[in-house]
């Protein structure tokens, strides 16, 4: 059964930084990888889709990888802004139209 | 891609009274999902909702606690029965946005629960 952990579970970074955020797997027969956006109170909006056969994607500044054989993700924000300040989840499915199974997320915070 | 409404946004019920939920999807979709977000927590599952067939519930969740309607390809109801103070939590519905060959998980702005 697939399992997903993220690192850090917070963190707070002064405005312009760039960061990373990490997210792993259990089962390298992942079919694909999201990234979400969640602000508080709020539902997920959808960031990056990687699938199992990318080895990364680029939205503006951000940029997600997938390394199937390590298990990992990282989520790469470029010169953080304070409206970056959110949870960021990600997700594994291990087939299409199947649901995700989601880390615990990481609560970043962007000081300006 | 997929646009997701719910209804309601939000909701304070008494205990032991029943909330149903609305999820509306823009498309016509063959599965959807409803989870369930804990306060502090991440997602869970609660069920797959397929049209045309009951549908399956994840571990810990059961069928007269939170029965589900899938009536047709772009409608969901979940109904959380008989609340207690530990049903409070966020109620999203989502789907998979299958095009062309790709598979990408689209979620409703979710339905923040509270229960006294």
């Known amino acids: 059964k697939q399992e997903v952990t993220q690192i850090p579970a917070a963190l707070s970074v002064p405005e312009g930084e760039n960061l990373v955020l990490n997210c792993s797997f259990t089962?390298?027969?992942?079919?694909?990888l999201q990234w979400f956006r969640q602000d508080p109170g709020k539902g997920l909006t959808s960031l990056l889709l990687?699938?199992?056969?990318?080895r990364e994607q680029t939205s503006g500044r951000l940029n997600a990888s997938l390394d199937k054989s390590s298990g990992r993700s990282t989520l790469y924000i470029a010169a953080s802004q304070p409206g970056d300040s959110a949870t960021y989840l990600c997700?594994?499915?291990?087939?299409?139209?199947?649901?995700?199974?989601f880390g615990k997320g990481t609560r970043l915070s962007v000081i300006a | 891609s997929a646009v997701i409404s719910q209804k309601p946004s939000r909701d304070i019920c008494q205990r032991g009274t029943s909330l149903t939920i609305q999820c509306q999807v823009d498309s016509q979709v063959t599965m959807m999902f409803w989870y369930r977000q804990q306060p502090g927590q991440s997602l869970t599952l609660i069920a797959t909702a397929n049209q045309g067939s009951e549908a399956t519930y994840e571990s810990g969740f059961v069928i007269d606690k939170f029965p589900i309607s899938r009536p047709n390809l772009t409608f969901s109801t979940l109904t959380v029965s008989n609340m207690s103070p530990e049903d409070s939590s966020i109620y999203l519905c989502?789907?998979?946005?299958?095009?062309?060959?790709?598979?990408?998980?689209?979620f409703g702005p979710g339905t923040r629960l509270t229960v006294t």
């Open positions: 997700a594994g499915g291990n087939s299409g139209n199947t649901p995700l199974v």
């Open positions: 990687i699938q199992s056969s990318q």
């Open positions: 089962d390298s027969a992942i079919y694909n």
């Open positions: 989502s789907v998979d946005g299958a095009s062309g060959g790709l598979s990408e998980q689209y």
